[in-house]
């Protein structure tokens, strides 16, 4: 059965702690919409307990796109972080109230400061009171990841018992690897079928080790029902999986995980520029599926072959995830068959051999001058050798 994968877009929480990306509330507002046209399931627009703008932004954005899409925000696991979660989101058509609290025993010890056993009575109390007010809670692990397995388990117990419909577990400080995330996955849905089958299992995963989007993929292959992630992959220090990332890999091997999402993925450039622009941070041009080469390829060994066949060197198409179709940039290193398909392109006849083999030493001189050739520089090359030999 080819499974379908829940997205849940936390751009505009963990994205937004990002230092320099404070968004204003016209801009959230905007970024929710776009991701709604993306077609995510879940939005996470926020942790409004945190200010007056936060708890504002959120309670607009349910109302604005709230119709269509599931929206939540993140509370701690404390009355009046989830009394403003409720209060923020209620006008949403599907509500989902999101809990978080450690179960590491550094967080534990460190962060609370309070026996094992009372830390994980304060997620369940949480549970019980968000379950007075709505339907769909959904409980955080935080650094589930670093915690000792048995403790994990007990508490997520605890918390499905008292009615927690989602359990999430988070890899907070990217320091899971893929194999041992996939393992922790399969472990607790294994336990998890048996204690509650419509209980959802969901990952959400840091990249501090650049291992992110793997990790997240490696969840979904041990049964994994949900991903959180965010556009760009911006997020607290090096970052959250990219959504873009995650998506095109399920989409690309898609007969190697057997699951798909609902994401409108030729939304995904258009995604990714507009968060880009609102929050000021660039993307990377080598970064997978939105970076500025993405589709770009320069070498002449790559150019011939795609001139071929696309799919020499493509594994999906340029307008699959909304770019424009591929670009071959010419260089010292292109053939003599990138730079004849670009003289053509421009509806110039490439000549015979002999004159063909001139205009191409004359490219290959000021591709050596200039690094990168470009559709005008073509254009002189060939107006100026024909004008010449007249
Ligand atoms: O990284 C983390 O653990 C989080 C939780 C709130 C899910 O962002
Ligand atoms: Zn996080």
Redesign the pocket.
Known sequence: MNRKIIVFD?TLR?GEQVPGAKLNLHQKIEIAQQLKRLNVDIIEAGFPASSQGDFQAVQEIARSVGDSVSITA?ARAVKNDIDAVYESIKLAQNPLI?I?LGTSNIHVEKKFNRSKEAVMQMGIDAVKYAKTLLPDVQY?T??ASRSDFEYLWKTIEGVVKAGATMI?V?D?VGYAVPEEFGDLIRRINERLKNLNDRVILSV?C?NDLGLAAANTLSAIKNGAEKI?CTINGLG?RAGNASLEEVVMGLKVRENYYNCHTDIRTNELLRTSRLVSHMTGLDVQVNKAITGENAFAHSSGIHQDGLLKDKQVYEIMSPEDVGADSMELILTARSGRHAFKNAVEKMGFDTGDGADFEQLFEKFLTLADAKKEVYDHDVFYLVTNHRTLDD
Do not use: A, G, K
């Open positions: 936390t963990d993140l999101h978080v955080s935080e650094d999430n988070p907070t959400h840091h959180e607290e």
